[in-house]
């Protein structure tokens, strides 16, 4: 198996910890108190490389920016109240279904700048596109969620916190658009962030039905969640 940088979008080992290609720390594992099933097998996602790599400039955005922000990558978390991660997940892909980009825009981050939100929306649209060509989807269920105790997300905001605030010393408000940044994200609004894998179900242009994972990247802001990315 194997996973995408999400510094330089380059295909990894899914047991890298770094990138072999630009040195880019991957995700810290999780920590998941219970024993998580194994996968099921799902259809073959064939999305174009090219396509999912410049996607992946933008779709791993936040995640990289908070990863370089505590140098340890990419941490899963859910804390309680402020509505449901997974209803959010499903709504997102329902968003990406429709195709109607300001739906997708709606529901990202506000890490991203809004130039980077309606570009994020446009190639999201076209990847989800390019999965589930001439196929129809008929549902879409909540099959994992991942999650971090609250005293490690605890200790992850605060060095989040610091590290922002020297960001903001150092750049300046173009250096944060080229890399489609809202400076303005303000990191105590962080109350959570989740993981949700959703299996969906689809026909495909044979009438076959088949099913496929796609992953949902969210964090809490305030009392809404937010998505960061999906693949």
Sequence with gaps: MAKFCGNCG????????VCGNCGAPFAAPVQNPGARPAPRPVANNNVDPAKKDNLMKYGKLAAMVLAAIVVIGLLIGILSGGGSPK????????????????KVMALLTDVYSKDAKEEYAELAVEMFEYMFDDCKIKSIK?????????????????????????MKEEYDKDDFEDEGLNRKYNVNKMKGMATVTLEVTYKDEDGDKDEMEITVELIKEGASWKVMDFN
């Excluded at 209803?87 to 300001?102: C, D, H, I, P, Y």
């Excluded at 099959?143 to 060095?159: G, H, I, L, P, R």
């Design 142 to 166: 909540v099959d994992d969620v991942e999650k971090m105790d609250k005293d490690d997300f605890k200790d992850y905001k605060d060095e989040a916190k610091d590290a922002w605030k020297e």
């Design 10 to 17: 380059s295909q990894q080992p899914d047991n890298a910890r």
């Design 87 to 102: 209803s959010v997940a499903k709504k997102f892909v329902n968003a990406l279904e429709s195709g109607k980009e300001k």
